[in-house]
């Protein structure tokens, strides 16, 4: 059955686009382009490839081959996903077919009829972060999920994920290698991430399809979606298939895909290809985070629904079910959107303190945390509404010890340091953790009198009054009041 194709990603000059317009042409407006310009001097294009173009193979099994990574063998399903398989670098080096690029093997087996096997999810950075293979390139900075991984853990109840669950990750960094002709399912990216994805070398075919026409690949119970959209797909089973419009990309060695969150894609590749690939996800796209949360929690719910009456803990069991599917359940979700309220408030007050009268200069960065807190306030009130929620102590916080700890720190001096480098600011000549822990002890004031976070509802309140002390200070013509005025309006965007 052919594909309805409507269409071709945009492809843009990295130096044509500026950071605002890339926020509001594909951040804000949800839409995939891909950017080229971006990979220069990375030095994973150099090590990693041949003079030819080609994966350099012996220099992975020779630097990385004791590395123990996740394989999936693109012939054997398992579930909704391709089964996988763990083996060291070097014997993934040792299966990878010979002259792969000159040659179309079969979906399953290569031309000595071995497994056809792509390396997927490859923790690369958390491994040898001592290696600088690449930069993150500033679009994709403002990246919450990353930076909040490499200070915390994403689960606040040590038991709710195994250790080697996929989901349950150190971070969300990865680097795929597969040879010509391995694939990845269609899927939708993990809590509904935004992504990027970077050819060090190769060629991929991506095949896209929007968030509104999402529901066509799915069965008629709207439980699962179409597997492989290149087979052929039972009408009866998958009814509204036929009807989907497809977006294609062929995506070339250095150019980088973003992919939007809540897009339906299948990728292809076509020659022997390595890739870099980040999940992430801001203030933008948080309500497609809590809206998957919410609607996996309600799945979750009404699975084990016959056996409330007979459970001691059917809440707990809701949220341990949803942690192990998702991967996190609403404390997590709630403390790590807790903990980025805490840490923009934080920034905004650095800004009163170090910039008593705001230059137009770090405006921008301004604006910035301040649409940030208009988002996070928009997803709390979300949260208020739902049941599950209400006065649940199992969610208590107390921001003093939040404070207090070291982790919350380093998760500020991220932040700054990413914001700067986003807004092209200059790195400060001070020592910026001092001048941090400074201001946090100023803070103290603030918090005392709402310190401890019960509910979605403390943690409103709690923006509310930081905001409304934190602003009092400024003089009216102060331009950065405008913006604490935006994030205290509840209508605000």
Not at 88 to 104: G, L, Q, T
Request: aromatic share 12%; hydrophobic share 40%.
């Amino acid at each position: 059955m052919g594909l309805r194709i409507g269409g071709e990603i945009g492809k843009v000059n990295s130096d044509e686009l500026s950071y605002s317009d890339f926020v509001e042409r594909y951040l804000v407006k949800n839409q995939p382009v891909v950017l080229r310009g971006l990979m220069d001097g990375w030095t994973a294009s150099k090590d990693w490839v041949t003079h030819t173009g080609q994966p350099d193979l012996k220099f992975f099994s020779s630097h990385f081959g004791k590395s123990i990574v996740q394989v999936a063998d693109c012939g054997t399903r398992d579930f909704t996903d391709q089964k996988r398989i763990e083996m060291s670098v070097a014997e993934f080096i040792d299966h990878w077919p010979k002259d792969s690029v000159n040659k179309h093997v079969d979906a399953t087996t290569n031309e000595h009829g071995k497994q056809l096997l792509y390396l997927k999810d490859w923790h690369f950075v958390k491994e040898y972060p001592e290696y600088l293979a690449y930069t993150t390139p500033p679009f994709f900075r403002d990246d919450w999920l990353n930076l909040y991984l490499d200070n915390y853990s994403m689960h606040n109840e040590p038991d709710a994920c195994q250790e080697k669950n996929e989901i349950s990750c150190s971070d969300y960094r990865f680097v795929y290698m597969g040879a010509k002709d391995t694939w990845t399912p269609l899927h939708a990216d993990v809590f509904r991430s935004y992504s990027w994805s970077a050819n060090v070398c190769g060629k991929k075919k991506w095949l896209f399809l929007p968030p509104s026409q999402c529901h066509l690949v799915f069965d008629r119970n709207k439980k699962n979606s179409v597997y492989n959209i290149f087979e052929d797909v039972n009408e009866a089973k998958f009814p509204g298939f036929k009807k989907a419009v497809w977006l294609e990309c062929i995506q070339e060695q250095g150019e980088i895909i973003f992919v939007p969150s809540g897009w339906y894609h299948q990728v292809h590749n076509l020659e022997d290809t390595i890739s870099i690939n980040h999940n992430w996800f801001n203030a933008y796209n948080l309500s497609w985070v809590w809206d998957l949360l919410l609607k996996d929690y309600n799945e979750a719910k009404e699975y084990i629904e016959d056996i409330r009456d007979i459970c001691d803990d059917f809440e707990g069991l809701c949220q341990r079910n949803l942690a192990i599917n998702t991967g996190m359940n609403f404390s997590d979700f709630f403390i790590f959107i807790a903990c980025f309220s805490f840490a923009n408030l934080v920034q905004l007050y650095h800004l009163h303190r170090v910039y008593e009268n705001p230059s137009r200069c770090i405006l921008p960065r301004a604006e910035h945390l301040a649409l940030n807190l208009v988002y996070a306030r928009k997803i709390v009130l979300k949260m208020i509404t739902v049941e599950a929620l209400a006065g649940n102590h199992a969610l208590l916080l107390d921001l003093m010890k939040i404070m207090d700890d070291s982790k919350f720190l380093e998760l500020c001096s991220g932040l700054d340091i990413t914001y700067r480098g986003i807004h092209k600011e200059q790195q400060p000549n001070y020592d910026m953790k001092k001048t941090l822990m400074d201001n946090l002890g100023d803070l103290n004031l603030i918090v005392k009198s709402c310190s401890q976070v019960y509910a979605p509802e403390d943690l409103f309140s709690f923006i509310d009054s930081a905001l409304r002390k934190l602003s009092s200070p400024f003089n009216r013509e102060n331009p950065l009041l405008l913006e604490l005025d935006e994030v205290r309006n509840p209508d605000a965007l």
